[in-house]
């Protein structure tokens, strides 16, 4: 198993420009989740996805949209890049119970110019 | 609302030494807690959970840590600090009374020096 895959590991883009986040887990697990990392800050979830064709704000969701394209995959867009959306951004996904642990990818490190 | 603050964003100890990270929660349910690691450049693991039962709990690599309802805290130690310990360490929590997603704490940045 590859647990949670994350797609691209690095990215610059300049003001202005889109782009598209992938994440996919491989563990039939129902709800995933979008958070950002800057330092000094811990974690802030984006958005999150309880279930296939569901999905919820956060606490910064301002900028991004999400999409649950199955139960596999979610993926975070930005419309238009802004520098503040510099960040190292990971998925995660966690299983049914709420005793469960959520498992994180490897992360995605977005530069914005 | 919930939640979690860690004391200290920089904790340096010897190579041997006790490690002692702190976490304090506030949360308006009986609260799960959560540790995660951090190693550079890697996503977040989990060091070990407090759900229900015994308070002590014990992690990875030697890790444990003692949820105390009185205290509202769940503070996270090993005895004996080794080098591969260095990491940025988190404390989590459910983020509202449905427990679906979670926040974090600011993180802990463990050095150990040789």
């Known amino acids: 198993n590859a647990g949670v895959t994350q797609t691209p590991k690095f990215q610059v883009l300049k003001t202005g420009q889109s782009m598209t986040l992938q994440c996919a887990q491989d563990?039939?697990?129902?709800?995933m989740y979008w958070y950002r990392q800057d330092p000094g800050m811990g974690l802030r979830l984006i958005y999150y996805?309880?279930?296939?064709?569901?999905?919820d704000k956060g606490e910064v969701p301002n900028g991004y949209n999400v999409s649950r394209l199955n139960k596999r995959e979610f993926s975070l867009r930005l419309e238009s890049a802004a520098p503040s959306q510099t960040s190292v951004y990971f998925c995660?996904?966690?299983?049914?119970?709420?005793?469960?642990?959520?498992?994180f990818g490897p992360g995605t490190r977005l530069t914005v110019l | 609302a919930q939640s979690v603050t860690q004391l200290g964003s920089h904790v340096s100890v010897s190579e041997g030494a006790l490690v002692l990270l702190r976490c304090n929660y506030s949360?308006?349910?009986?609260?799960?807690l959560f540790w995660y690691v951090q190693y550079p450049n890697q996503g977040l693991q989990l060091l070990l959970k407090?759900?229900?039962?015994?308070?002590l709990v014990k992690g990875i690599n030697g890790f444990e840590a003692e949820f105390k309802k009185s205290e509202t805290s769940f503070h996270l130690t090993k005895p004996s600090a080794h080098m591969s310990d260095a990491a940025e360490y988190f404390c989590?929590?459910?983020?509202?009374?449905?427990?679906?997603?979670?926040?974090f704490g600011s993180g802990t940045r463990l050095q150990v020096q040789p």
């Open positions: 995660a996904s966690k299983g049914q119970s709420s005793y469960n642990e959520q498992f």
């Open positions: 996805s309880a279930s296939e064709g569901t999905t």
């Open positions: 407090y759900t229900t039962g015994a308070t």
């Open positions: 563990m039939n697990h129902n709800s």
């Open positions: 989590a929590l459910p983020m509202d009374t449905g427990r679906r997603a979670l926040t």
């Open positions: 949360s308006s349910v009986p609260p799960y």
